[in-house]
């Protein structure tokens, strides 16, 4: 196994299909199960974050599950969570420390709330970062359109002051360039 690892952040059925839907919803499905694919090609860790909601998630009911699109295979690990942070009160940090992992690939939902606060916290823990730019989505929100919030987004991160390891966004297409 890679030092590298990929987090898909809470792609589930209820956040991108259920209505509003999500911004790019299929397209953003595509990108993802593409990056998943070279992630696997080069020996990446594929890991699932699903989020809980006792509300508008709960365990076990349709919307919490990941997205049935996605390219998940029995070994994959899963880790659920109940904040927009990946890391707080789950077992990420550990796994990812049992793995060696020192890079992080990320994509997912939502852009704005939990990929946007796990790209942060996993800066703020001294991992490499990257983003792939195609592959995260949001929605519209009052005051933005979930493709305005993509593109400032992706604008931001690399534009971060973060100590050390600089988070970088890319597109799909690049990440395949750099890979291979």
């Known amino acids: 196994m890679s030092n590298t690892a990929l ?29 998943i694919a ?10 699932f974050i699903q989020h809980h909601d006792a509300d508008d998630l709960p365990r076990g009911s349709a919307g919490w599950q990941l997205h049935p699109g996605l390219a998940r295979l029995p070994g994959d690990a899963v880790i659920e969570k109940e904040a927009a942070d990946s890391f707080l009160n789950t077992a990420l940090g550990q796994y990812l420390d049992t793995l060696g992992v020192e890079n992080l690939w990320l994509g997912g939902y ?17 991992y490499a970062v990257t983003v792939i730019a195609d592959a995260h989505t949001s929605k519209d ?9 993509v593109a400032h987004l ?4 690399p534009n971060l002051a973060v100590p050390g390891n600089a988070i970088r966004v890319l597109p799909l297409a690049q990440l395949h360039g750099e890979s291979a």
Do not use: K, M
């Open 7 to 35: 987090l898909v952040i809470d792609f589930q059925y209820g956040l991108i299909d259920g209505e509003p839907q999500a911004t790019r919803g299929a397209a953003t499905l595509a990108a993802l199960n593409e990056l």
């Open 38 to 47: 070279l992630a696997r090609r080069c020996g990446h860790a594929v890991i």
């Open 110 to 126: 939502a852009s704005d709330f939990c990929v946007d606060t796990t790209v942060r916290r996993a800066a703020s823990l001294g």
């Open 141 to 149: 929100r009052p005051h933005a359109s979930g493709a305005t919030l």
């Open 154 to 157: 992706n604008w931001l991160w």
